[in-house]
């Protein structure tokens, strides 16, 4: 175990030298939409070295008060597992990226980026992912609400099968916890319409916390479109049906502090994503 840790510290080193310019929180800002997507499914550039490990992305917006719990809990839950940690802030008026970059002060695998004059979970994971070195991507929420400890397991799971693990609130074993019966309807009813879109079916396509093999992610990642804050759902609509997929249980957790982002834009938002997909189908299948 020591020898391990040892490694992963000399691992850190080594990717903090590798790519100086974004070991710290570093400035992304606005730019036209085509500039924006060709920057996020150009590949990487060729000094960046994939190495074999998880690289997880946690889009941030007002998590100041959560990143100082989160953070410690990672790096015990992920210590015997090579990882990096890419925080992809938002500009937050609570200064969370000032908080990202006080905190990765202390670990070498966890890296800043602040984002001005943009905003959107999806477009945040796929920044993150754009410069990740890991042969695993993984995106999870810094608010608490996903729980952490089955992240070894669905490292584990694209490693040995080369496609998606989910972590799932609609398998055996999951759960959506505290929800409000309001809030339980949509999401299943969501959920349904989902599934009968999606390429690769999974019982919870709408889950924020997923791993994904990343020649799956890079091979679709020109088709994407990431708008609002259901990635997977939308690499879900174009990896080949044959991608394997698993999903991991887990029970969604109450948020502890800060606001939720769930708001009536965000489902509106979700809801034409949907339509919008329904109607590419529809379109696709009659030509």
Known sequence: MQKMQENQRNDGKSLRKQGDDHSSASFATPASSASFQRSLTTSLPTRYTINSMLSLVLPTYNEA?????VLPELAEILKDLPYEIIVVDDDSPDHTWRVAERLSGTDLRVRVIRRVGRRGLSTAVMEGFAVARGDV??????????????LPEMYRIVKEKSGI????RYVPGGSVGEWDERRHVLSRVATRLSIALCRVKVRDPMSGFFAVDRKVFEAIAPT??????????DILLRV???????????TFRT????????SLRVQW???????????????????
Do not use: C, M
């Not at 693990?165 to 799932?168: D, E, H, K």
């Open 65 to 69: 008060e959560n990143l100082p719990r």
């Open 137 to 150: 991507l993984a995106a999870a929420d810094a608010d608490g609400q996903h729980d952490l400890r089955i």
């Open 165 to 168: 693990a989910v972590g799932s």
């Open 224 to 233: 994407l479109h990431p708008k609002g804050f259901k990635i997977l759902f």
């Open 240 to 250: 080949p049906a044959r991608t394997p997929a698993a999903e991991v249980p887990y």
């Open 255 to 262: 948020r502890t502090a800060g606001a939720s982002k769930l």
């Open 269 to 287: 938002q979700f809801l034409a994503s949907l339509l919008g997909a329904a109607v590419r189908r529809i379109f696709t299948r009659s030509v």
